[in-house]
């Protein structure tokens, strides 16, 4: 046959004989119109007839054994499936047993007596999701209108493609958001269980292991991997009784999905031999332990010939025994993070990255930031001694952004201030940071501030080949931006990063609505709280004295004194509040423009002796401000402009000292606050909803001390390490694989 001998040619005997691995999933009798690229049972019949015309099919075990003992045949052709569907059983294995076709199954081992593969309940979700405004994780609020069957096909997969990347709680968190918004029974594949491996064992194919839960394993610490890639081996053998030699990598992708050290892992837990996923054929020096595999895509049988024939000359990558092209995770991380709202200046994003560049490897970070103020020009106070203490590099330059400036009176006004106010700002910074760049080997970019330096990271990327990550908080993407011409240049900035950090489902949300990027463009960070540092005490007898707080319930607030906040509005609540609760006073930590305002609001509703402006408090104070209310409150709400919360970290810090929390039901901050569990969601704007808030709990010391320990446990569950580490993993992935994340 003409097409026998074009495969000869490719793959002769022996030594030059090269092994050409299949890889299939599920193989349904009719398509499903939520997944309608799946390969169905008559088309698989139709590929496999061709396949058993053209190649010498062999169990991968023996393939894998010839090749390496130079003994393979020609057209040698090995077939396998991963994961695990009960349809196995009625559509793919009487196929290959009627053609007289072995094969081997990689098997996904925590379904068979436990929930069912996490994509398939992702297609179930989905099915199942309301028509009209389902509540949607990381940035897919474009999925507003699900009643056509191709846009629930297109959520599906974007969503599988979005939650393949993230560690497995995350995912399963986002997974159980979804089938909580059920609105019809969720259509799961019948079971595929132990009873299903011991049959398809049976009928005389090979089982191979895929894991326990099928998780990406760059994104699992190696002590997990390990777990995950021996652990369902011994499940497997002690079902089917014998040994399993075959492993399969979950996704499958070199450098991305997998690395050297996950390839020792398969090795040391006693496999024979691994298979990846990429297209390519196997020769007798390729890595035994990664073998490529590919999907085949037609049915058609001229199509497919093409596809086979193209495998073999037009491989992804070759993997040699002696020299594997699988990256390791200690590849060095070299960050500039670039930030003019750094420490000592206060407030939710200088502690992010604070936190970001205390925790992360040592010298994987170093800081660019401000030692002057762009609010008034003056000096930060304590920026010496606050470079001296850090464990990490810090430079500074005067300014990293135009002083703030009343909005210029016309156009040509505000084209002076750019010729020659900005420009002359921007080269000087621009100058300092290529410096900094050269003298360090900068290979990672992390701008904190998008719309004031979005433009530095957009030109170092260019100039100097390195990665560019974009952190956003929410209000830089929300508010709307007015006066000098870079602030209107968000989206620009955007698309020339390689990633955005996104803290929170809110602002993965407005970063797909307002600036357009797509959801896999965007990588969800939540904010971290350092546990070292925040955690529950006694009250502290000098802020009660300081304050003249014997005996009151204390309500308090620590944040930026800004109007998104919402202290005009606890202060609008505090006569309501007084009217059952005279004991309770409220206390404001922090300091900002808004302040001259409150003060004057609080002398017209008469209120000096319940309400106090502790003004800004140093970093080991402010945690015993925490330890020392009763009530952590800031009713936030999103302005008329946009501006809004992009998440809401003091939230976090409260209830690591084992605080409950009242916050308004705006922006981010409906992700820090647990609704009932960790505290209460308000109208940020009704006082009379802020005040039933602060009755509920200071009536009740049980409610307190119920969502206060149910905080602590939310808190301790989002520690900054944590933060620090999906920070670091980014990196490495975009260094190893760059343009795949």
Partial sequence: ??????????????????????????????????????????????????????????????????????????????????????????TAAPVLLDLKLPATFFITTEQLAGPALWHERIIAAVRALPGRGPALPYGFEGFVQLHSVQARAALAQDLQERLKYVPLPERLRAIEMLEAQAISPLQLPPRFDAGSVRELHRMGFQI???????????ECSLADAKAEIGGSREELEGIIGEKVHLFAYPNGRPNRDYLDEHVALVKACGYEAAVATCNGTADSVTDPFQLPRFVPWSADRLRLAYQLARNYVSPEGVWRATAPAAASRSEKVNCLLVASTFPPIRGGSAVVYENLCSYMPRGSMRV????????????????????RRGAFPVDRIDLLRPLMMPPPSSMLESLYRFVFLDLPLFGRIFFHAAGIMRRHRVNVVCIGELVTLGWLGAILRKLFKCRLIIYVHGEEITTTTSGRLYGKSRKRYLAAA???????????????????????????????????????????????????????????TVGRLVPRKGMDMAIRAMPLVLEKQPDVHYLMVGDGEYRPYLERLVAELGLERHVTFAGAVGEDELVRYYRSCDIFAMPNRTMPDGDTEGFGLVFLEANACGKPVIGGLAGGAVEAVKDGETGFLVDG???????????????????????????????????????????????????????AY
């Fill in 498 to 556: 390689d990633k955005v950090v996104a803290v929170s489902s809110f602002t993965c949300n407005a970063l797909s609505r307002e600036m357009g990027l797509r959801p896999d463009r965007v990588f969800l960070i939540e904010n971290g709280v350092d546990t070292r540092r925040f955690f529950p005490g006694e009250r502290d007898a000098g802020i009660i004295a300081r304050h003249r707080l014997e005996g009151k319930k204390i309500l308090l």
């Fill in 685 to 739: 704007n009704e006082p009379s909803a802020i005040a039933r808030a602060v009755h509920a709990l200071a009536e009740s010391p049980e409610t307190v001390a119920r969502m206060g320990a149910a905080g602590l446990q939310f808190a301790r569950a989002r520690d900054v390490q944590t933060i620090a580490d999906q920070f670091f993993t980014l990196c490495q992935r975009m260094l190893r694989s760059p343009g």
């Fill in 1 to 90: 046959m003409i097409q026998q001998e074009l495969f000869s040619v490719l793959s002769a005997n022996g030594g030059k004989a090269c092994l050409t691995t299949l890889l299939f999933h599920k193989i349904p009798r009719t398509a499903d119109p939520l997944t309608p690229n799946e390969l169905c049972l008559a088309s698989f019949r139709r590929m496999l007839e061709f396949v058993s015309d053209s190649f010498n099919v062999l169990p991968l075990i023996d393939a894998t054994r010839a090749l390496r003992e130079a003994k393979l045949p020609k057209r040698a052709l090995a077939i396998s499936f991963d994961d695990g569907y009960a349809d196995w059983l009625d």
């Fill in 208 to 218: 191979g292991a895929h894991t326990i839960r099928h998780p990406i394993l760059t």
């Fill in 368 to 387: 660019l930031t401000a030692s002057r103020n762009h609010l008034g020009n003056s000096e930060v106070a304590g920026w010496r001694d606050q470079d």
